[in-house]
């Protein structure tokens, strides 16, 4: 059975992400593929033979699918599994025009909980041609029956992964203290973590605002690029909290920047699933504190393996991470419990749970 998948570009993302993880776990697979709609100048590489990117960086260019077409013919594609709006397009006019008995599945990530008329129509056009829809959670998969008039037979929730082997406590070789230095944080400072894409929808935001109402000593380090950057900064001067607050742009080494903060904080205003910066926070034993949304909700269990705070509201945030700071033992409590719950979302059970899903679509 050849599985091809198909992703709009490599940037940086959680299905992109998530794209890398099942690649790279399987490197000596010569029966998977995965295709790039377009280039982007800030990419996430992908170790694997069979990965193909198109050379452009068009995004509204339908060239690619003249080079689709043959490598679906010359490799005999089974499966089309399609990762974002774009490729989903694309795997539509594939089977529309093309393959007819080609299977095809659609990986929805979050674009669902936009609202937008025009993706929500083209779910209603196309989902006669849709053998399966994957949801990253139970919320993604409500939301796909209530906006994407989405049968419930045709979905499957499969939850996003963390490998264990890559996010382990056991490949920190550097030293927590000096790397901390480097970037200036004292012995005696609490470390705050934020890491995604900076977008409105991420609310980091409210964690800066937060920020102003803790009574200790603390840094924060902001992980990620995104269209709002330069308003956080803005609003970081305007707090004067230049001194607190690093924007450390895109890691590459996201293992490090974990290994540097006290606790992990999502603070989004709505999420498609299971971010997978929660689960390699709890993997690498960080405490998390999420807004109450779903899909947030859905996973972290208040007062048990995280926290959860009222969403876009900074007091209610400034809260709980002073909770989290006084209260040693319900720091540890949480870590433990994570370390625990994260064992239900690791890389190999997930390739698993896959390809008996490929296996149910292929019949």
Known sequence: MKILHIIDSMGLGGAQT???????????????????????????????????????NKKYSFKPLK?????????????????????????FLLKRFYFKDINLVFHEHGEIFTNNFIYNLFLK????????FLAVSNATK?????????????????????????FNKD?????????REKIGIKNDEFVIGFAGRLSSVKGCEYLIRALTGLNFKYKCLIAGEGPLK??????????????????????????KFYSLINLFIMPSLSEGG??????????????????????????IIDNKNGLLFEAKNSDSLSEKIKLVYKNIKLREKLIKNGLEE?????????????NKIYLCVKK
Not at 125 to 132: F, G, N, P
Not at 142 to 166: A, C, H, T
Not at 342 to 354: A, D, G, N, P
Request: with cysteine; hydrophobic share 35%.
């Open 67 to 91: 080079e689709l077409k043959g490598l679906i013919k010359k490799e005999n594609i089974d499966i089309l599994h399609c990762h974002l709006f774009r490729s989903q397009v694309f795997g």
């Open 142 to 166: 409500e939301n796909l029956i209530k906006y994407g008039k989405i049968e419930e037979s045709k979905i499957k929730v499969l939850y996003n992964f963390v490998d264990p082997e890559r």
């Open 342 to 354: 994260v064992k239900r979302y690791s890389l190999s059970e997930y390739l698993e749970k896959l």
């Open 125 to 132: 056009l196309v989902k006669s041609k849709v053998d399966l």
């Open 274 to 299: 299971g971010p997978m910066t929660f689960y390699e926070a709890q993997q690498l034993g960080v405490p998390t504190i999420g807004s109450n949304v779903s899909s947030i909700n859905e996973f």
């Open 230 to 255: 330069k308003d956080l900064e803005k609003l970081t001067k305007e707090l004067k909290l230049e001194n607190k607050i690093f924007f450390l742009g895109y890691q590459n080494d996201i293992m």
């Open 18 to 56: 998530l794209v890398k993880g099942i690649f790279e776990s399987q490197k000596n697979n010569d029966n998977i593929f995965l295709f790039s709609l377009r280039e982007k100048n800030v990419k996430i590489d992908i170790d694997h033979s069979n990965f193909i990117i198109f050379k452009s």
């Open 171 to 179: 490949n920190i070789t550097w030293s927590i203290k000096e790397e």
